[in-house]
C-alpha cells in the first residue's frame, strides 16, 4: 500500500447502496457458477430435463446420487431461480427453457459446460496470488482438469459447426477436403476436433500437434480405439518440431493468445503453409484490443478472468509474452501481417458469440 495515500471517504449514499447490492449479485452469482458446474459434471441437469417435479429422494435416486447433496444442491438453484419448487410435495422442475441452456443435448449452447471451468481456473488461486506479488506464470501442469473440460467445451463448440456451418459455406474448402489434402492443427488439445474432421474428410491427412502430455496421450488413445488412419498426434511444441511436408490448411483453435511466442508461431505457421494455395484459419477470441471498447461485451469479465487465471498465465511461467485471453482483434489483425498473412478476412457465427474466425492466406 502507498503509505502517504489514505483511503477515500464515501459521499454518495445512492452509489453506496447499489454497489452493496451488486456485490451481493456477485456473490451470489459466482456461488451458483459452482453450483451450475457440479450440477453438469454430475449430469443433474441431464436428469432433472426428463422428469416431471420430482422430491429430491427420486433426483438423486434417478441420477444415482447422494439424497442429502442433492438436496442442498437443489436450495441452491431454487433460491438462485434456476429450479422451480413445490413446498407441498417438496418436489422440484427444471423448467424446460432453462434445462435448454444447461443440458448436454443443446451442445455449443451449454453454459452448464461453460461454467464448469470456473472451479478449475479457481484451484490454481493461491498459485496465481503468489504470481501477482512475485511475477511468473502457473504452468499448464498445474491446472488438473483443464484439458477434459476445455476438450469439452471445444468439442460441442466447434465440433460438428465447424463441418455444418462453416466449411458448408466454402465449396473450395470442401472440395479440397474431400478430394484429399494435409491439415495440421496447432495445439490440437485432445483431438476432438481434428478428429471430427479426419472422419468426415477420410481422403485428406491430419496432423495435430500439442505442447502437453496428457491431452495429446487421450487423443492418441480414442483415434486408435476410432481405426482412423489419416490421422496423427505429436507432443511437441510447435516451434521446435521439424515437419517434413507443408500444409494445404492449418488451423488453430483458441491457441495464439495462450502462447509463449504468439509472434513466432504465426511465422512458422505462414512458413508451413504451401506456397500460394496454402491457407489458415485462426479461431480466437471476439474482443477488442481495447478495453473501453469492451465495457460492454456480454462475456467481458469471464475473458479478462480467463486471461488472469490461465490464458496470460501460462504463457508467462515459460518466459512468454503474455498476450492474454482480450488480446482483440486489432492486435490480432497486427500480427497476422507481421507473420506474413498477405489477407485476412475475419467471420462471425451465430453459433459462436465468443470466437472470431480469421480466414488467412500467404
Ligand atoms: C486453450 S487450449 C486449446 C486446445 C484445443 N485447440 C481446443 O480447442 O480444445 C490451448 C492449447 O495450446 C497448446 N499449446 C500451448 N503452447 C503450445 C506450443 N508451443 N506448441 C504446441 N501446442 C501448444 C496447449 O497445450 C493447449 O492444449
Known amino acids: 500500500m502507498c503509505n502517504s495515500c489514505l483511503p477515500r471517504i464515501p459521499s454518495d449514499a445512492h452509489k453506496m447502496e447499489a454497489f452493496a447490492g451488486q456485490m451481493m449479485s456477485v456473490i451470489n452469482n459466482a456461488a451458483l457458477g459452482n453450483m451450475i458446474s457440479i450440477g453438469h459434471r454430475t449430469r443433474l441437469f441431464d436428469v432433472m430435463d426428463t422428469m416431471e417435479p420430482a422430491t429430491s429422494a427420486e433426483i438423486a435416486t434417478c441420477a444415482g446420487l447422494s439424497e442429502r447433496y442433492v438436496r442442498e444442491w437443489l436450495g441452491a438453484l431454487v433460491c438462485g431461480k434456476i429450479v422451480e419448487y413445490e413446498p407441498e410435495g417438496k418436489t422440484y422442475l427444471l423448467p424446460a427453457e432453462n434445462a435448454f441452456f444447461l443440458t448436454r443435448k443443446s451442445k455449443e ?3 452448464a459446460a461453460i461454467a464448469s471451468i470456473l472451479p478449475v481456473w479457481s484451484s ?11 511475477g511468473g506464470g502457473v504452468p499448464y501442469s498445474e491446472y488438473g482438469r483443464f484439458y477434459q473440460v476445455m476438450g469439452e467445451i471445444s468439442n460441442a463448440n466447434v465440433g460438428n459447426n465447424l463441418i455444418d456451418n462453416i466449411l458448408t459455406q466454402k465449396p473450395k474448402q470442401m472440395e479440397a477436403l474431400t478430394n484429399g489434402i494435409d491439415v495440421l492443427d496447432v495445439g490440437c488439445g485432445d483431438g476432438k476436433i481434428l ?5 468426415n474428410f477420410p481422403n485428406s491427412r491430419f496432423v495435430g500437434i500439442d505442447l502437453c502430455p496428457e491431452p495429446i496421450q487421450s487423443a492418441q488413445t480414442r483415434a486408435t480405439m476410432s481405426g482412423l488412419e489419416n490421422i496423427n498426434f505429436f507432443e511437441a511444441d510447435i516451434l521446435e518440431y521439424q515437419f517434413d511436408k507443408h500444409f494445404d490448411l492449418i488451423t488453430t483453435f483458441d491457441v495464439i493468445h495462450d502462447l ?12 508451413l503453409l504451401k506456397a500460394n494455395t496454402g491457407q489458415y484459419l485462426m479461431m480466437d477470441i471476439n474482443a477488442s484490443s481495447n478495453l473501453e471498447n469492451n465495457e460492454e461485451h456480454p462475456l467481458a469479465p469471464f475473458l479478462y478472468t ?8 501460462v504463457s508467462l511461467a515459460q518466459g512468454g509474452m503474455g498476450l492474454g485471453t482480450v488480446w482483440g482483434v486489432e492486435k490480432a489483425k497486427e500480427m497476422l501481417a507481421e507473420a506474413g498473412f498477405s489477407s485476412v478476412a475475419i467471420e462471425n457465427y451465430q453459433h459462436d458469440m465468443m470466437n472470431n474466425y480469421y480466414f488467412c492466406t500467404k
Do not use: R
Open 195 to 199: 478428429m471430427e474432421l479426419a472422419k
Open 124 to 134: 490454481v488461486e493461491d498459485k496465481i496470488v503468489d504470481c501477482f506479488e512475485n
Open 109 to 111: 449452447k451449454n453454459m
Open 306 to 313: 480467463a486471461s488472469t487465471l490461465h490464458c496470460m498465465s
Open 260 to 271: 509463449a511466442f504468439p509472434d513466432k508461431v504465426l511465422a512458422k505457421i505462414n512458413a
